[in-house]
């Protein structure tokens, strides 16, 4: 699998099974993932190696329904994963594919959650998310939705009660990323949701999150803290 140009594709499902997949560069590097691994940790303690999955191929195809997303993946380490990102991705036969809610206000807003200093992603802004995990593993399939509105709940307490979730998932490929967008709208505006998650996080002791930033234009933007993907996606939504 060699990364294709950046790109968007809508997609009305997505079909992501697990698979028996040797990653060459965990063997290749396992000394230089052990050392960093050591160095991240004295900085943040509070990070943990769980275990995480990432993708080793996929192919998009039309059926009856529409165009659906067949991938395949492979759990590693997650000081594996960090290693691979931080190393300037050396490493083309896996792809970071992840699923966000892309949450949306009432009155418009995109709500972007700011990631707390104690975290592998200190200071940067994209939709609550993460790498899924063995929780997100349903019958040897990797269930995104159930990833993006878990991690959502757990970051936010914003539940899929509280939501309007679309048919469809929107793609976007940055490179070594794949972010599976299912854009999600609640009926509370920007300074409700805002206010909801603060009294959330403040019962947390140990939040993902320092709290939610609304951006309702491009002039809200924040072109150093918000990754390449998320900016691509919200120029397209608006």
């Avoid at 396992?30 to 160095?39: L, S, V």
């Avoid at 192919?59 to 994963?81: H, N």
């Avoid at 990631?115 to 269930?143: S, V």
Wanted: glycine share 8%; net charge negative.
């Amino acid at each position: 699998m060699i990364w294709g140009p950046p790109r968007i594709e809508t997609v009305q499902r997505i079909d992501y099974v697990i698979d028996d997949y040797t990653w060459a560069f965990v063997d290749e590097q396992a000394a230089q993932i052990d050392a960093y691994w050591e160095r991240l940790r004295a900085q943040k303690p509070r990070l943990f190696n769980g275990r995480v999955m990432m993708m080793s191929g996929y192919r998009i195809e039309q059926d009856a329904q529409g165009k659906v997303l067949y991938g395949t993946g492979f759990e590693t380490d997650y000081k594996a994963f960090l290693a691979w990102r931080d190393f300037g991705f050396p490493d083309q036969n896996a792809m970071n594919c992840f699923a966000m809610a892309a949450l949306r206000s009432a009155d418009g807003a995109f709500m972007l959650g700011r990631m707390g200093n104690h975290t592998a992603a200190a200071g940067r802004l994209y939709f609550p998310a993460g790498t899924p995990d063995q929780d997100d593993l349903k019958d040897g399939r990797i269930d995104l939705e159930g990833s993006a509105l878990r991690e959502l709940t757990e970051e936010t307490g914003i539940t899929p009660e509280d939501l309007a979730i679309s048919p469809e998932w929107t793609l976007v490929f940055d490179g070594p990323r794949l972010a599976c967008m299912m854009p999600v709208r609640t009926s509370l505006d920007a300074k409700a949701l805002t206010a909801r998650c603060a009294a959330f996080l403040a019962e947390d002791k140990e939040p993902e999150l320092t709290g939610l930033i609304p951006i309702f234009s491009e002039a809200d933007f924040d072109t150093v803290r918000m990754p390449g993907f998320m900016l691509d996606y919200m120029r397209h939504a608006m």
